[in-house]
C-alpha cells in the first residue's frame, strides 16, 4: 500500500502529463517516469487507466481548493463587494500560476464526452467543490446564493479557459475589471464594465 504522499507524486506526476501530453499520453508507463519512480508503481496502484484517470480527477479539484486557512481568513472578513471581487481574481490568479491544472481539467472534461464512464466520476467532484463553495458562501455573510455561485463558476471558468488558452483573442487588458463586471452582473445585478 501506498503512503498517501507517494499517491500524490503519481497524481501530480499524471496531471502533469495529462496537460503536456494530453489524455493519449497518460499511460502508466509515463506517470512512473515523470515521478521518477520505479516502472510499475504507478499500475500496481492504479490496476486500470480509468482507475488512474478518476485519481487525477480528484486530485485537481483537490490541488484547487485553496487552504482551509486562507477559506477560515476570508470568511472572518466583511462581506462587501470587495471581498467578492478579491476572492475571485485570487481565483484567477492561482489559476495563471498553476495552468496545468485547468488545462489537465479541460483534457478530462474532454475525454469525459468521449468516455461516458468518466462522468459519474468527474461530476461528483465538481458537484464536491460547488457545495464547498456555497458552504463557503453561506458561512461567509456574502449577498447571493447557490444560483450565483453556479454562474460565476461558468462564467470565471470561461474567463479562466480563455486567458490560459488564447488569452488574446478578446482583447480583455484588464481581467480584474471583467471580474468586477462579472460580479456586479451576476450578484448584484448592475453593470459596470464596458
Avoid at 2 to 8: A, C, I, K
Avoid at 31 to 40: K, Q, R, S, W, Y
Avoid at 103 to 127: F, G, N
Avoid at 163 to 184: K, M, N, Q, W, Y
Wanted: hydrophobic share 40%; with cysteine.
Amino acid at each position: 500500500m501506498l503512503s498517501q504522499s507517494r499517491l500524490d507524486q503519481l497524481t501530480d506526476a499524471g496531471l502533469s502529463v495529462l496537460a503536456e501530453k494530453g489524455m493519449r499520453g497518460v499511460t502508466h508507463r509515463a506517470v512512473d517516469a515523470e515521478a521518477e519512480l520505479p516502472e510499475g508503481t504507478c499500475s500496481n496502484h492504479f490496476r486500470t487507466r480509468d482507475l488512474l484517470i478518476a485519481a487525477l480527477g480528484r486530485r485537481i479539484y483537490e490541488r484547487l481548493t485553496p487552504s482551509p486557512e486562507y477559506l477560515e481568513s476570508e470568511a472572518d472578513r466583511p462581506a462587501t463587494r470587495d471581498q467578492w471581487i478579491r476572492l475571485m481574481v485570487d481565483l484567477l490568479d492561482r489559476a495563471r500560476s498553476q495552468p496545468e491544472l485547468h488545462l489537465a481539467l479541460l483534457e478530462l472534461r474532454l475525454e469525459a464526452t468521449r468516455r461516458p464512464e468518466l462522468v459519474p466520476t468527474l461530476s461528483a467532484v465538481v458537484r464536491e467543490g460547488l457545495d464547498a463553495d456555497v458552504t463557503f458562501h453561506e458561512s461567509s455573510g456574502l449577498p447571493g446564493g447557490r444560483h450565483e455561485i453556479v454562474l460565476l463558476h461558468l462564467a470565471i471558468g470561461g474567463l479562466i479557459t480563455e486567458v490560459l488558452t488564447l488569452p488574446d483573442a478578446l482583447g480583455i487588458d484588464d481581467t480584474t475589471r471583467v471580474i468586477e463586471s462579472i460580479v456586479d452582473r451576476l450578484v448584484y445585478g448592475s453593470p459596470s464594465w464596458r
